[in-house]
Nanobody, 123 residues
Framework: QVQLVESGGGLVQAGDSLRLSCAKS????????VGWFRQPPENEREFVAS????????SYADSAKGRFTISRDNAKNTVYLQMNSLKPEDTAVYSC????????????????WGQGTQVTVSS
């Protein structure tokens, strides 16, 4: 059974950094793209970043550009989201999922969602 497990969230202050991990159990990511999404309190799930199977191509939401970096280590079956210069508006549950293309930003086109990890940024 495919399962994605997110980790690395926590409570930090504005300006701090966090690195989130998305690990896959039960096999490799294979040719799948992987995306990170977040769901702020009382808001819809929104796209943050995505990466293609090799790690060569990435895509970012405007809110993430210049501050967040997505990467992957296929040998470890893990995708990372390095988040720098965090802001209170980054507070959300962050989740990862897989898709056929890293260009996808619609969460409905992603599958195998993990449970998510909470990121809280205080001002």
């Amino acid at each position: 059974q495919v399962q994605l497990v997110e980790s690395g969230g926590g409570l930090v202050q504005a300006g701090d950094s966090l690195r989130l991990s998305c690990a896959k159990s039960g096999g490799s990511f294979g040719w799948s793209a992987v995306g990170w999404f977040r769901q702020p309190p009382e808001n819809e799930r929104e796209f943050v970043a995505s990466i293609n199977w090799s790690g060569e191509h990435t895509s970012y939401a405007d809110s993430a550009k210049g501050r967040f970096t997505i990467s992957r280590d296929n040998a470890k079956n893990t995708v990372y989201l390095q988040m720098n210069s965090l802001k209170p508006e980054d507070t959300a549950v962050y989740s990862c999922a897989v898709a056929s293309s890293f260009r996808e930003t619609n969460p409905l086109l992603y599958t195998d969602w993990g449970q998510g990890t909470q990121v809280t940024v205080s001002s």
